[in-house]
């Protein structure tokens, strides 16, 4: 059985290429490349695979789990915040790559059937395993 999860999350982030000029950044990373970077409101959603016993205690604890890698980013500039982020552009694939390795961390990877991270409604990212 598959159960599926969200968990929202708001972040500031911006591109760039420290080796490159201020012009080659513009040109190629367009609005996603300012000072400030700018702000998105994402949602991390993962199907975990579970037993169908205690489905609401795997609930539970896997919502609080998500709930506990998302407020680590939630109101944060993830370049600036973020270890992970400092040297690598914080896209979505990233952002999604950062979340799947805090699961096998937390002894969880092997749960995930399919981790998706919508940065908006039309652009998101997807890791199946």
């Excluded at 599926?4 to 201020?22: G, I, M, N, R, T």
């Excluded at 609005?31 to 695979?49: K, P, S």
């Excluded at 944060?76 to 973020?82: K, M, P, R």
């Excluded at 270890?83 to 749960?111: H, M, Q, S, V």
């Amino acid at each position: 059985m598959i159960l599926v999860l969200k968990s929202p999350f708001s972040s500031a982030h911006f591109y760039h290429q420290p080796l490159w000029s201020k012009e080659e950044n513009t040109k190629t990373f367009g609005r996603c490349f300012t000072e400030y970077g700018h702000g998105h409101n994402y949602t991390l959603e993962v199907g975990f695979h579970i037993q169908k016993t205690d489905i609401t205690e795997q609930k539970q604890e896997l919502q609080t789990l998500l709930k506990s890698l998302t407020d680590v980013l939630d109101h944060e500039h993830l370049n600036f915040v973020i270890p992970e982020f400092k040297e690598k552009n914080p896209t979505t694939e990233n952002i999604a790559l950062y979340f799947l390795e805090k699961l096998k961390e937390r002894g969880r990877g092997k749960d995930v059937s399919y981790l998706r991270l919508y940065e908006m409604d039309n652009l998101w990212t997807e890791i199946r395993q």
